[in-house]
């Protein structure tokens, strides 16, 4: 059973910083913060009996981690100026923090879980800028 709750944390964990990279994501507007836009996570235990690794797509938002899949699950996280990430996620009673530093296309940081034991590293790369969306959709709709 622990397995299962450790691959839900990473499992929470990457949508958490999907959900920041993909929330709205579609003009040059929107893009608030040099990290905004669509990310793919890797989240890989190291320690814990919990599943080997995930991938999952993120959305950052105006700097804000946010949810992008699962709406069972909370996340709550931010992006500084600098690229320092903290992010902290939660579904039931099983709850995992994150924590690293993003640059314009890539990052990498920690996770833990104290309510599992499993801890591990992510690893993130920039799949879309929010300034390229925009242009992109309406050359597809011409």
């Not at 964990?13 to 890797?42: H, I, M, N, Q």
């Not at 804000?64 to 039931?92: C, L, P, Y």
């Not at 990498?108 to 992510?122: D, E, I, K, N, R």
Request: charge should be positive; glycine fraction near 14%.
């Amino acid at each position: 059973m622990q397995a299962v709750n450790g691959g839900f944390l990473r499992r929470t964990f990457g949508l958490l910083l999907a959900a920041s990279a993909v929330v709205g994501v579609g003009s040059e507007a929107a893009a608030r913060t040099k990290f905004d836009g669509l990310w793919s996570v890797a989240i890989v235990t190291q320690r814990g009996n919990c599943d080997r690794s995930y991938r999952y797509p993120v959305a950052i938002v105006n700097g804000i981690v946010q949810q992008a899949g699962d709406a069972s699950v909370a996340i709550a996280g931010r992006v500084a100026g600098s690229g320092a990430v903290a992010v902290s996620v939660r579904r039931g009673d099983q709850f995992a923090r994150g924590s690293g530093r993003l640059n314009t296309v890539g990052g990498t940081g920690q996770w833990l879980s104290p309510t599992s034991g499993c801890a591990g590293y992510w690893v993130a790369e920039r799949r879309i800028n929010p300034a390229y969306q925009e242009p992109f959709e309406r050359r597809a709709y011409r």
